[in-house]
């Protein structure tokens, strides 16, 4: 059973366009978080949150508790931004990981 | 900046042997945790840990692993008889506090081959 779905598995973009990410979960959580894994494999924290919406540059992350369901928005989209974005789930200690969305970015 | 590091980059053993990755979380970091993501795969939780004991782990974590902070600053993972399915990239990552409130940080992984 997988506990967080993203959807779609894989976008291309052309530059600059407005790119969304989704992710519904199924388990009752304490925070959702993005990641981004470049393709050498390191992964980074993008977001952190528990209710709302927050904002860091270029990338929006919102959640929906009720709906159980999260997004990830990148405003004018770049090369640069061409990687894999993970959501993950907390319960308090444990993890649980999408499947990832594999996004690439044409000049 | 601080940041979280792994050691090896990679390692290559044969099965049935023992294998030990370590990691270095931040320092003032409290929570630490060990993942998976096999080829091709999603990552995978395995175990956090917090006050030199095991919080949580997954079903993947069986007896064959085991985690330790054996000085204060190295966080390790052993499987003690690795298996061809062993391999896999594992990333240990560290928190300042519970997942619930706190961004997480990973390393930058150890590639495990099992031949």
């Known amino acids: 059973k997988n506990e967080v779905e993203q959807s779609p598995q894989n976008l291309t973009a052309q530059e600059g366009e407005f790119i969304t990410i989704n992710c519904s979960y199924s388990?009752?959580?304490?925070?959702l978080h993005w990641l981004q894994q470049h393709p050498g494999g390191g992964i980074v924290s993008l977001f952190m949150?528990?209710?709302g919406k927050k904002k860091h540059g270029r990338l929006i992350a919102t959640i929906n508790i009720q709906e159980k369901h999260s997004s990830l928005h990148i405003t004018a989209s770049h090369p640069r931004d061409s990687a894999v974005y993970i959501c993950?789930?907390?319960?308090?200690?444990?993890?649980?990981f999408g499947t990832g969305t594999s996004l690439t970015v044409i000049p | 900046e601080p940041e979280v590091t792994q050691t090896p980059s990679h390692q290559v053993t044969q099965m049935g042997q023992e294998v030990i990755l370590r990691c270095v979380p931040i320092?003032?970091?409290?929570?630490f945790y060990w993942y998976r993501q096999i080829l091709g795969q999603k990552v995978e939780f395995l175990v956090s840990?917090?006050?030199?004991?095991?919080?949580?782990k997954s079903e993947i974590f069986d007896d064959q692993f085991s985690v330790e902070r054996p000085d204060g600053s190295n966080f390790t993972l052993k499987i003690r008889s690795t298996k061809l399915e062993d391999s896999a990239m594992y990333f240990c990552?560290?928190?300042?506090?519970?997942?619930?409130?706190?961004?997480?940080?990973f390393g930058p992984g150890t590639r495990l081959t099992v031949l």
């Open positions: 990552a560290s928190t300042v506090g519970t997942l619930s409130y706190n961004e997480q940080f």
């Open positions: 388990v009752g959580i304490s925070a």
């Open positions: 949150l528990s209710s």
């Open positions: 993950a789930v907390t319960t308090g200690n444990q993890f649980y």
């Open positions: 320092s003032n970091h409290l929570y």
């Open positions: 840990f917090y006050n030199n004991e095991i919080s949580e």
